[in-house]
């Protein structure tokens, strides 16, 4: 009988639960599903990446909602895709991010597991990151080692792309076991967060917005200017970082300068700037990889922004690069992270290692994960 895990994952965009039943050896998804976050659990999700009042209620709050919410869903998929219950072994629910401060050794996800299993009756491996952490590690980026076992090629180097809220690479030489990864910067939260405030959409879609704008060089150098992007991996970051507030300030700087010019503020431009900043930040991560050319598999919300893959290519040429996302390596962008927990899920049941110290910079591999038994 095969074993069927389910993974759950909300990114840091929060654009919806994406929900996964897959089996593993081979890689089959069985079903998906993804369920919308309404405007209420987003609106108070986001505001909770960053010091508020009375933060541990509404926490607690958020925890609960969020959890029946996932639960739900998974019910929801169960019943829809008519799946033996009985062949699944456990739920890898990442929960949602809304601290990860790996510098102060915490990372806080919300989604609680308890809840999960009480109404699903499955086992919910959960708490992934914490582990990484206590092992020195950074907690994150924690799909690499899942791309390492699907993706990885025997005589062609490859690089990843998960393009979410943040943005991470898996680099895969050819043939070799050991990989790097780390999270590059922003990757469609700045973008998304502009667009909704003054366009109303929750984002950007095709990057037709930002094809219409004109980088501003200069706002570009001061945001690229931040600390994350000089440091060396190990490195992951988050909304606490890069958000709204942050980019205002840094606007509000670059407008003081004395070659400011009002043409330069329209909307438009900005939007484009966040685009070349994220693009700037993933191309200069690929080339200090010290692979020479190699084949760019794009995944997450962005592996749509039809724009930002066009750069990639323009920015990739030189060293002949191609861009194209998972979909042709047998995967769908969208689905790729929840399989990943959906793998961590697995890799806990059968007491696998789930980490890759050389990307986490944590002191060794370790079993990811707690369990919540039914």
Not at 158 to 187: E, H, K, M, Y
Request: charged fraction near 20%.
């Amino acid at each position: 009988m095969t074993s069927i895990y389910i993974g759950v994952m909300t990114g840091t965009s929060m654009d919806g639960i994406d929900i996964v039943a897959a089996s593993f050896e081979p890689l089959k998804l069985h079903a998906t599903l993804t369920i919308p976050f309404d405007t209420d659990l987003k609106d108070e999700l986001m505001s909770l990446t960053l010091p508020g009042d009375n933060e541990i209620d509404r926490m607690g709050k958020a925890d609960v909602t969020l959890a029946k919410k996932i639960a739900k869903g998974i019910n929801q998929l169960i019943k829809k895709n008519n799946l033996d219950r009985k062949t699944i072994k456990a739920i890898g629910s990442h929960g949602q991010t809304i601290r990860h401060r790996p510098q102060d050794g915490f990372t806080l996800q919300l989604g609680d597991p308890n809840l999960i299993t009480e109404i699903t009756k499955i086992p919910v491996v959960s708490d992934f990151r914490r582990r990484d952490l206590a092992a020195g590690g950074q907690g994150a980026p924690l799909v690499p080692a899942f791309h390492q076992a699907i993706f990885q090629h025997e005589t062609r180097d490859r690089v990843i792309l998960n393009l979410g809220g943040i943005a991470n690479i898996s680099i895969l030489p050819a043939n070799q076991s050991q990989i790097s990864g780390f999270d590059t910067g922003p990757g469609n939260i700045l973008m998304d967060g502009w667009c909704r405030r003054y366009t109303g959409q929750p984002y950007d879609e095709n990057g037709n917005w930002a094809a219409n704008g004109t980088p501003i060089r200069a706002l570009l150098d001061r945001l690229y200017s931040h600390d994350f992007f000089g440091k060396k991996p190990p490195k992951s970051t988050g909304r606490e970082e890069f958000n709204l507030d942050w980019l205002d300030e840094q606007i509000i700087d670059w407008r003081n300068d004395a070659e400011y010019e009002e043409i330069d503020d329209l909307p438009e431009n900005i939007q484009a700037t966040l685009a070349k900043l994220t693009v700037r930040a993933i191309q200069k991560a690929i080339y200090r990889s010290g692979i020479q050319d190699g084949e760019v598999y794009v995944c997450g919300g962005g592996a749509y922004n039809s724009f930002i893959l066009e750069q990639l290519r323009w920015r990739l040429r030189k060293h002949e690069w191609t861009v194209q996302t998972t979909d042709v390596i047998g995967i769908s962008p969208t689905w790729v992270e929840s399989t990943a927990f959906a793998w961590l899920a697995m890799r806990f049941v059968t007491q696998q290692t789930g980490n890759l110290p050389a990307v986490t910079g944590a002191d060794a591999t370790r079993i990811l994960g707690t369990i919540t038994a039914v």
